[in-house]
């Protein structure tokens, strides 16, 4: 793992290469405000701790961190429709996947913003078919690949099946599989409409039974647009539905 001087080193030195001098020097001061917003944040040191303690007890990994959206690696409509680099809670997956009984062995896992792979690192803990990860910044799957490879949970493994991607999630080919589509907080309501608009046309293409999980549900009015769509069961920080006809 790379240490935070090194990090930012480096992360300046891809912006100046790609944004020149000038925009890097523009965009400090976002960069700024963001992360003290999230320093801050009433949950912020507990959070941040917890987020680290993650890691640790998970083999060494790298999840945690806050990378706000200005910082992301990509360019385009895209970035300016993406939620920052977070990392999603622990339980809170566990919760979402016990509440839909599901036989997971039928189904594939893709998380649509998958970051450095927390959540899909996760969700290996049910036997899924297959596990994949749909991340557009580069640095961010290259990450997502080093902690598949370093994972070592304390509860038994049961799916190894585990492929960071790296692919914009606008127009990522979906496997022909029955899906369980998992989001936390990706996109604004721009791309989320999409998003979602995508995987519906490609359900209705080639039906096939599909659920969609979102945590942190911030555009889930978004998703009240498609017919196709129907609630299952909800918490304060998650919503799970059913995509198409049962
Ligand atoms: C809040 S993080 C979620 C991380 C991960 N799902 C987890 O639960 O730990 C959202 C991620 O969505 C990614 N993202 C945003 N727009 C994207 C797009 N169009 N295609 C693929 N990934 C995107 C961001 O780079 C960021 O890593």
């Given at each position: 793992m790379l240490d935070v001087p090194k990090k930012l080193a480096s992360r300046l030195a891809w912006s100046v290469k790609r944004r020149g001098v000038r925009d890097t020097v523009k965009m400090v001061p976002q960069v700024v405000v963001a992360r003290l917003k999230h320093r801050f944040h009433p949950e912020g040191r507990a959070y941040v701790q917890a987020d680290r303690a993650f890691d640790e007890r998970y083999g060494g990994i790298d999840t945690a961190g806050f990378i706000s959206p200005v910082e992301l690696d990509f360019e385009g409509s895209a970035k300016d429709g993406a939620n920052g680099y977070q990392a999603v809670g622990e339980e809170s997956v566990r919760e979402m996947m016990n509440s839909v009984p599901l036989e997971h062995e039928k189904f594939t896992f893709v998380d649509f913003?998958?970051?450095?792979?927390r959540a899909c690192l996760l969700a290996s803990e049910f036997p899924f078919e297959q596990i994949i990860g749909v991340e557009l910044s580069e640095s961010l799957h290259q990450v997502a690949c080093d902690n598949v490879e370093k994972f070592t949970p304390p509860w038994p493994q049961r799916c190894n099946h585990i492929t960071p991607v790296q692919a914009d999630a606008t127009t990522y080919a979906l496997p022909e599989k029955p899906l369980v589509i998992f989001m936390y907080?990706?996109?604004?309501?721009d791309i989320m409409r999409k998003v979602v608009a995508h995987i519906v046309r490609d359900l209705e293409a080639k039906p096939r039974e599909a659920y969609l999980f979102y945590n942190r549900p911030n555009h889930a009015n978004v998703l009240?647009?498609?017919?196709?769509i129907s609630l299952l069961d909800e918490r304060e920080y998650w919503k799970a539905y059913r995509i198409g006809q049962a």
């Open positions: 913003g998958s970051g450095k792979g907080n990706p996109f604004l309501a009240e647009e498609f017919d196709a």
